[in-house]
């Protein structure tokens, strides 16, 4: 008896067309309509739409792709799917992120989200490879000095090979500044770390605290440069290792020295000129701010100069802001910045920080906003980082890579459209007689080299 070979059952045929019908439909409550959108995409089966000339295009690999990514809602589904390859982003990154405020409002509309849910309903929900469990979950309390010390190596301790790829030569993992937007990455790095020795008013044989240390660019620069003593602390003993062999190379070991040390155990008897946070207080939790502004305050001697240079994040949209606080707490929890970047680190908001140092006995003097500058930074980190591709996989693997493209685009868009600012402020512990020894004129800190800069004589310092 003959055989006839069995077709693709209309099941099967029929899931497809509805799979493909509903993506079509969900990209354009999304996005808007194809020949207006600021991306191409091309799904799984090789069907196109959009402009050809956009600058970022949208893979999806997956009929359930829009399906896990929006399902939950939270930004830790939509980055788990390019993390493990439900959907590639071929091109400029930052372009979605620039849209995802504007997808949030349209898809928080009630309209809009019962037309999503039945289109989401209808893609398939496990045609995905399996997704082992990535990141380890952090163990003890919250911001204790064990947890905190976890917290900092999971983060910093990939390898100082991997950082050295795309960061500039000094290794500086903060905001550099741009005073004209033509600098170099190595000239953008050098100018900040002057302007905080300026801004400190660093003077020869001065004492300088540099809390969270990292690689020790901030600690050698100014030792070389403006003949202080630095005491530099950390928590990653790979920076560690990297800070004490760069600042013997400099020729400056004597003048510095770098503690695996948590700001809470310095010594009750140590107190400094002058002391330098640049990018800690993120990972320092709200609970623990007053303690960590009257541990700065304790280690400051009286006429001192405090620099806390932070990130911060903006006022709540509008569309978000009656469900603020339930938000707050749900993306807290189901966030790829807490997973997969920054675990235990909060953002707070500039009035809170400030009101706590004023509360400890700081003087506010100076406050700057860099928001512009750090999305210069991770414009060029993303990058260096995409031109090294295969370096960085072979150093450690695609999922890595994924992770730091990732948070460093979302970062530089958040910071160029304002949901997140990077602040510097300079806080003085005055004297009994309310010397703040302080100049009258910010001349020192504006005028030179910069100006030079901004007048055209110089391109760079």
């Known amino acids: 008896m003959a055989i006839t070979p069995r077709l693709f059952p209309p099941i099967v045929l029929g899931q497809h067309q509805r799979s493909l019908q509903a993506t079509r439909l969900l990209l354009r409550l999304m996005f808007g309509p194809p020949e207006t959108r600021a991306l191409h995409v091309r799904l799984w089966d090789g069907f196109e739409e959009g402009p050809e000339d956009a600058r970022l295009t949208l893979v999806l690999n997956r009929a359930g792709a829009l399906r896990r990514m929006l399902l939950p809602p939270s930004d830790l589904s939509v980055a788990e799917g390019y993390l493990y390859g439900d959907y590639d982003l071929e091109g400029d990154v930052e372009v979605l992120m620039a849209q995802g405020a504007a997808i949030a409002a349209r898809l928080f509309q009630p309209k809009t989200a019962l037309q999503l849910l039945p289109l989401l309903l209808a ?66 790095q050098r100018i900040k770390l002057d302007r ?152 707070r908001p500039l009035n809170e920080l400030l009101g706590y140092a004023e509360r400890t006995g700081f003087e506010i003097r100076d406050v700057e906003n860099m928001r512009e500058h750090y999305a210069l930074t991770l414009r060029e980190w993303v990058r260096r980082l995409e031109q090294r591709h295969d370096e960085v996989v072979r150093l450690t693997d695609e999922v890595t890579y994924r992770i730091w493209r990732l948070y460093m685009a979302g970062s530089a868009d958040s910071f160029a459209a304002g949901r997140i600012g990077v602040v510097q402020s300079l806080l003085a512990r005055p004297t009994a007689n309310g010397n703040a020894e302080l100049p009258l004129h910010r001349a020192d800190v504006e005028l030179t080299p910069y100006q030079q800069a901004l007048d055209g004589t110089e391109t760079a310092v």
Request: with cysteine; proline share 8%; net charge negative.
């Open 196 to 347: 905080i020795c300026r801004k400190l008013r660093l003077k020869p044989g001065e004492e300088l605290l540099d809390i969270g240390s990292g690689w020790g660019g901030l600690a050698i620069y100014a030792a070389q440069t403006y003949g202080v003593r630095v005491t530099g602390i950390t928590l990653s003993p790979a920076q560690l290792e990297v800070a004490r062999t760069r600042a013997e190379a400099a020729g400056v070991a004597d003048r510095v020295s770098f503690e695996l040390r948590d700001y809470r155990d310095l010594p009750p008897q140590r107190t400094f000129d002058k002391i330098a946070s640049v990018g800690m207080v993120e990972h320092v939790g709200r609970a623990r701010l007053p303690g960590y502004f009257a541990e700065a305050y304790r280690l400051l001697r009286p006429g001192g100069l405090f620099l806390n240079h932070g990130i911060v994040p903006a006022i709540t949209p509008p569309f978000l802001q009656p469900w603020a606080r339930v938000l707050e707490g749900y993306l807290g929890k189901h966030s790829f910045m807490q997973e997969y970047v920054f675990p235990d680190g909060e953002l």
């Open 123 to 188: 893609l398939p929900a496990h045609d995905h490879p399996p997704r082992p469990r990535y990141v380890s979950p952090l163990q003890g309390e919250a911001h204790s000095k064990d947890r905190d010390a976890q917290a900092i190596q999971s983060h910093y301790d990939i390898g100082n090979d991997f950082y050295a790829l795309w960061l500039d030569e000094r290794m500086v993992y903060s905001c550099a500044y741009f005073p004209t937007g033509r600098e170099s990455l190595e000239e953008a």
